[in-house]
């Protein structure tokens, strides 16, 4: 009974033309036990059961086709509408990758390198410091600015080496500075809130140590800059349009799409110390290309689908796939000699592409896949790429307390269902 469900849930995604295309055909190198699959069902309907989230979506798909959709729960427990293929999610930090997509398009045609400075787009990153802490007599912290060793590239951004923290963990005076700094008091532009950046020092020199924050957020403001458009006008012009990501986008400005809107439960809207969950209705100025979108299963599965397609979906090419491979390939390994901050979010066994974590070790116990690719987001949403299964999964959710652990846990019955 639960595997039909499951399929006729799928089937209706399909029927609505929101789950991405088929892919190549090709025998999976690992494929799912129905018996394991149910036991993934189980462990969602248990975390709703027991209050820890209204709802959820998940969606795995192998060789381009659906192999298991299912809608969990309500997407807001205050009106207690069901989940379902509209809903919409705040995406948070899964917009990273769509905005380094649209980035490396512009690098493929000549008009940005990876190993350009930024100040080449933003010139005052030419004249940013270094902060240093040190102590002071009396033993309490103080910051010296100390010049760049190095410009900031174009990688540092993608790969999250250029000093730019979000401020709001790790205490230190430099992460305070970023937490303390208004950065997004009345409403930025992307060109107001880097210039607000651009008054900060930096967290470390270039390329010296992995330290995620708003990076992404500068990356989108130089597409701004090389094509004159706003980040949003480029997005759906070059990718999101094309690709059929019709409800992705920086606020919900259809008032008749509000209900959709998905909610975390109605105490777990804390995202940090400092920060609530977004009001997606709400229009603004910034378009945060780090972590500033909202969307849909369909449309992320679209994305996931012309990433695991090597770049190519319904017939048209968006990137090479030689472009695909370089952004999933650990671009902060020890050759490098970057250092990894006490939050290192891709754990133990991976390292970080051009937007995403890339698995690069076995973890002990699984046979899980070297070369999975992935990332998620600060409100509960992740996705992962398995080139190696030609598979693709994704967990749309709210629930900012809850996120780590259940990415985790999903991620081992969904692979345990697989026989890894």
Known sequence: MRGCRALVAALVLASAATVAQAGSPGPAVHSFSAEELAKVSDYVRSEIATGKI???????????????????????????????????????????????????????????ALSDPVSKYIPAFADMKVGVEKRGDEGKPTMTLEPLKRPVTIEDLMRHTAGLPY???????????????????????????????????????????????????????????????????VEKERLLGPLGMNETAFYVADRAKWPLIAEPMPKDRALSPVANVSDPRQPLRRES???????????YARFSQMLLNGGSYGGKRYLKPETIALMASDHIGPETGVMRDKNYYPGPNSGFGLGFAVRTSVPE????????YRWDGVGGTFFFIDPADDLFGIFMVQTPSQRGRIQQELKTLIYRAMGR
């Open 54 to 112: 209204p709802g959820g979506i998940l969606l795995l798909q192998q060789h381009g086709k659906p192999v298991y959709y299912e809608n969990f729960g309500v997407r807001d427990v205050a009106t207690e509408l069901s989940m379902s293929a509209d809903t919409i999610f705040r995406l948070y930090s899964m917009s990273k990758p769509i905005t380094t997509v649209v980035a490396m398009m512009l690098v493929e045609e000549g008009r940005l």
């Open 365 to 372: 116990n699984t046979s899980w896949p070297l070369g999975e």
């Open 289 to 299: 290309g780090g972590g500033g979108m909202v969307g849909t299963v369909g449309d």
């Open 167 to 233: 401020g709001y963990y790790g205490g230190g005076v430099v992460n305070r500075s970023y937490a303390d700094a208004g950065l997004l008091d009345n409403d930025p532009d992307n060109a107001e809130f880097t210039a607000r950046l651009t008054a900060l020092p930096l967290a470390e020199q270039p390329g010296t140590q992995w330290d995620y924050g708003h990076s992404t957020d500068v990356l989108g403001r130089i597409i701004e800059v090389i094509t004159g458009k706003s980040l949003f006008q």
